[in-house]
């Protein structure tokens, strides 16, 4: 099943972004095959990011939860809140490069 895993990030923590930032591009890399697109959200191309999406591959709604929870942004309290939605594609059998 595919999932949109999104974020939004803690405001009284988006200082500790840069920081925590290799570890967390790290973490993303270990789980790539399951987390087949991540991505930060900014209100402007140069803005702070405000939060995250992410196009992820489970079984389950708690598979995705339990994934994201030892990312090292949640373990840092970067991530304010989350929402996870089942995703349909329109087009099932297309692939696209993102």
Known sequence: ML??????????RVGL????YPAHLEWL???ESVILVPGALRTEPD???IG???IVRADSKSEVEALFKTDPFWVQ?????YEIL???KAFPDKSVPV
């Open 17 to 20: 972004l840069s920081q925590h």
């Open 52 to 54: 995250g999406l992410w």
């Open 77 to 81: 309290g970067l991530r304010q809140s």
């Open 86 to 88: 089942y995703w349909s």
């Open 29 to 31: 890399k270990k789980h």
């Open 47 to 49: 803005a702070t990011p």
């Open 3 to 12: 999932f949109i895993a999104r974020f939004i990030n803690n405001p009284e």
